[in-house]
C-alpha cells in the first residue's frame, strides 16, 4: 500500500519542461553542427560537396543563445540534484557517480568519435591516403609524425574537441560542490538568505548580463566560451528555485 502511494509523487516530481528544454537545446545544438558541413563561408573540420550561404542565415538564429541555453539547464538540473543530497557519505557518492556519468562519454568519444573526425579531416584535406585501421594504429602513438600539425589537448594527438562541454561540465560541476559546501557554513546564512529570497529576480538578471558582457569584451578565445558557460550554469542553480522563473518556464 505504501508503493502505490509514494510512486504518483515520485513520478509527478519531476520537472517535465526542463526535459523538453533540454531536448530543444540539444536538438539545435546538433542542427548547428551539422549545417556547418554545408555553410560556405564558415570553417570546420569536414565539408560537405555541397555548400551554400544561405544555411548560414538559419544557423545565425541558434548561434547566440545554444550553449547559454544548455549550461543553464545544466545549472537548474543541478541544483535539482544537489538539493537532494544531504549526509557526507551521499556527497561522496554524488560526486563520484556524477563522475563517472560524464568522464565515461567523454573518453569514449576521446579514443572513439575524436579519431574519426580527425581522420574525416586529414582525408579530405590530402594529409593522409590510408585506412582507418592504419591511422588509428598511428593515432594512439605518442610520437607519430603523421600528427605534427595535430598535437593539441588532453594528450599527444588526442583533444576533447567538440566533448570540451563534458570536461567543462565535470569541471564547473566539482566547482559548484565546493561552493555549495562553503555556503553552508554558519557566518554566509545571511549572504545565502539574500541569494535565495531578497535578491530580486531582476537584479539577477541584470547582474548576469553585465557579467556576460564583461566577458565577452575583456577575455578572448575559449576563456569567453568557458567562463560564459560557469555563469549561465552558476545563474541557472542559483534561479533554479527561484518562483517566478519556474512560472516562466512551465
Known sequence: MSTQVQQPSLVNSRKYYLDWLRVIAFASLIFYHI??????????????NYTS????????????????LI?????????????KVSSFKSWLHFTLYRSIFLLLPLLVGLWLIVPLQLFAEMSQHGVID????????AFIETNNTLFINYQSGVWPNVDVNHLWYLRSLWQFMLIIIVLTLFARLP??????????????????????????????????????R???????LLAGYILAKKHLLLELLK
Not at 35 to 48: D, I, T, V
Not at 226 to 232: A, D, H, P, Q, R
Open 53 to 68: 550561404q544561405y544555411v548560414e542565415y538559419l544557423m545565425l538564429v541558434f548561434s547566440p543563445w545554444r550553449m547559454l
Open 187 to 224: 557566518f554566509l546564512t545571511p549572504l545565502k538568505t539574500f541569494v535565495k529570497g531578497d535578491m530580486s529576480f531582476g537584479l539577477l538578471i541584470t547582474l548576469l548580463t553585465i557579467a556576460v558582457l564583461f566577458t565577452s569584451h575583456y577575455l578572448t578565445g575559449d576563456s569567453i
Open 35 to 48: 549545417g556547418m558541413l554545408y555553410s560556405e563561408n564558415w570553417g570546420f573540420h569536414f565539408k560537405s
Open 226 to 232: 568557458e567562463t560564459n558557460g560557469l555563469i549561465l
Open 130 to 137: 590510408i585506412s582507418y585501421w592504419q591511422f588509428y594504429l
Open 71 to 83: 549550461w543553464f539547464i545544466s545549472g537548474v538540473a543541478l541544483r535539482f540534484m544537489i538539493d
